[in-house]
Every structure is written in structure tokens, then in C-alpha cells.
């Protein structure tokens, strides 16, 4: 099976539930819940591929503090390979996730160590035992967006790395300006449909695809949220397959990361596109039924049990 490193986003996430509106100035309110978690893209992905059973390490920022501690000990204890993982002055990444009755969140978010994430805390090369590279987080990579992430991602295709990104969304509002220079250093990119939109200026998925695959992306997945994903391994080959139904959505903090994860989960095993990407599904579904990024991602086993249970 493949290694994969996952470079990037990490936060720790304080989950508060129900929140269907914030009090006033001056006004406490209760919720039913509260939780602390990992969250940040690269971390989750990291987590989810630990529990799914792929050889995974995880490249990232904390800070010198109790919540890098923590960082560190979710990583391990999920058997993430921790050693690219460093320690800067800056206070660990930050959320307060508030997810409303119907399990949908907005995050209150402290950019701290992910910000100030660089080229300089990775190795000079991508290790040689990690076949697939994924970039998690972009736009919210202050330090390593764009130019940077190019560069790293040139010498991963060197060295005959599979390479990879998501996004995340951009409170400054550029968008494509932060990330244009690493595109096409991609085998695959898979934003959301939100993100990829703003990146994209276009609405629909098919000509969102377009806009990626002129930019020089030789594959790419537009997530859909509740709609599944729509899949284009080239530009010739295009398809949507739909999410699965009937779930119960607890919480869908960290969904489309969990998608992520399955899709790299299939890569690593040798699966076809259309494979990938039915599991990847299957994650994400999986994802939403507890409260917590990473909380209902099972083994690789358990998906593939849940995937024949389900009449798709």
C-alpha cells in the first residue's frame, strides 16, 4: 500500500451544540454539547487515513503549547507518522465550531501556527517512502500558498510523487491569485463546490472543471456536499456519483476532508477513479453521523461493510 503525506491545515476545534444563533453582548447561553477535537485539513485527512489503516504522515504547524500537545497526541494515537510536524511561536491554530440543529457549522477561526507554516519546516524533498503528496488547506496557507507550494509539489512529481489539493475558504476574499502558481503542479485538485466556484468564477461544476483542467490540472473532483461529488479523471471522461442516502447528520465538521481521506485511501490501494470515489463517499457519509471531524470515519473494513449495505 502507498504512504501518503499530508502537508498543511491544523487546527484543534472547540465543538459547541446546538448553536442556532449567538446572544446578545452580555448574554450567556447554554448548549447540550461540548467537545475538543483535531480539525484543520491536513490533520483530519491525516487522522482519517490513520483509522482507515494507510501508511500516512502528517506535515504541519502547532505551536508550543497544551493544544499542539494535543495535536501531536491524536496524531500518534491514530498511527500517524508525527515526525514532520513542528513546533513554532506561534499559539497552535484555533476553532470554536458552532454546529446548528440541522448538524450544518460556521467556525470563529484563529489563523496562528497554520498561518505561519513554511516551505523551510518541510524537508528539502518529499520523503521517498510517501507516493502521493496532498496539500490540505490551501488559501488559509499564508506561508506556503501558491509559489512555495509549486515548488514543493514540482519536486514531488520529480521524484514521481502522485500530488494533490484541497482548499478551504479564503476570509481575505482573493481566492485564485493566492494559489494559480501551484495548479499545475497538480494530478488532482478537489475543492468543494463553494470554493471552487469563488476560484473558478463559474457556477456550474462542468465548466469549473474547465477552468482547472486550462490551468493545467490533469484531474479533478468538485465536491458536492449532500450531492455526492462531480468526477473528471480527464477532460474527455466526466461523471457525478450521487452521496449516499439516508444518513443521520450529527455534525458536518469535517466532511469534505473525510471524502479526501477516502479518495486517497482508494489511490493508495490501486483503485480505479470511479472506485475512489464511491468510497470516498461512503467516508463521508460515514463522517457526518458524529459529532467530531474525525470521530465517525471507521476502518477501511467497516466502510467497505457499510458500502454493501447501502442499495447504490
Known sequence: MKKILCIGGVTTDIILSPV??????????AVQSASTHVGGCAANAAIDLGKLGVPVALACQVGRDALGDFVIEQADGAGVDAQWIVRGSEPTTCSVVCVNSQGERCFLYYPGSTSAYSIESLPAS???DCDIVFV??????????GRPAGEYL?????QGAYTVMDTAWDPDGVWLPKIQAALPGLDLFMPSLEEAQKLSGK??????????????????IVKLGSRGAYFCPTPEERYTLPAYP?????DTTGAGDSFCAGFLCGLANGWDFR??????????ALCVTKIGASTGVPSMEEVLQFMKTQEF
Open 246 to 250: 439516508g444518513i443521520a447528520v450529527a
Open 275 to 284: 472506485a475512489c470515489g464511491r468510497f470516498a463517499n461512503a467516508v463521508g
Open 20 to 29: 442556532d444563533g449567538l446572544p446578545p453582548p452580555g448574554v450567556l447561553r
Open 203 to 220: 457556477e456550474d461544476p462542468k465548466e469549473i472543471a474547465d477552468v482547472f483542467f486550462g490551468m493545467g490540472v490533469k484531474s479533478v
Open 136 to 145: 490540505a488547506e490551501a488559501l488559509l496557507l499564508d506561508s506556503f500558498d
Open 154 to 158: 514540482a519536486r514531488a512529481r520529480a
Open 126 to 128: 518529499p520523503p521517498k
